[in-house]
């Protein structure tokens, strides 16, 4: 898509992408104004759009989680958002049910999985566990 714009609107490379009509850069006010329009335009043929609450910030946790779900190192897109800690970045990782499914899928069962433990193998523990 922004191939597609830079076709129909050239710029040279020092100038930004996203401006107002005074070509002005776009502020978070700016940007908050043309995404709800938008997302009322689209909720038009979309209804379910209309109770859902979309933000810029959804864009951007929607990104975050995509590219941990891309495997991106959790330092590169703490860097790429601009988070001071890692511990911010880190939420986005446990967010991402399907990471962690992959990350299982990837693990072997443990070697004591295949074998009972020692203890439900002692009948006569299990005998005294069964009279308590």
Do not use: C
Not at 117 to 129: C, E, G, N, Q, V
């Amino acid at each position: 898509m922004l191939k597609k714009l830079l076709e129909r609107q050239p710029r040279a490379l020092d100038q930004r992408l996203f401006v107002n009509r005074y070509g002005e850069p776009l502020s978070a006010s700016d940007v908050r104004f043309k995404l709800a329009a938008y997302v009322k335009a689209a909720a038009e043929t979309t209804p379910t759009l209309r109770t859902k609450h979309v933000t810029p910030h959804s864009f951007r946790h929607a990104t975050a989680v995509h590219l941990v779900s891309a495997g991106v190192d959790v330092t590169v897109i703490r860097s790429w958002l601009g988070h001071v800690s890692l511990d911010t970045t880190n939420h986005y990782a446990r967010a991402n049910l399907e990471t962690k499914r992959k990350a299982l899928e990837q693990v072997s069962a443990p070697e004591s999985a295949r074998h009972p433990p020692s203890w439900k193998r002692d009948t006569s523990l299990l005998a005294w566990l069964d009279m308590l």
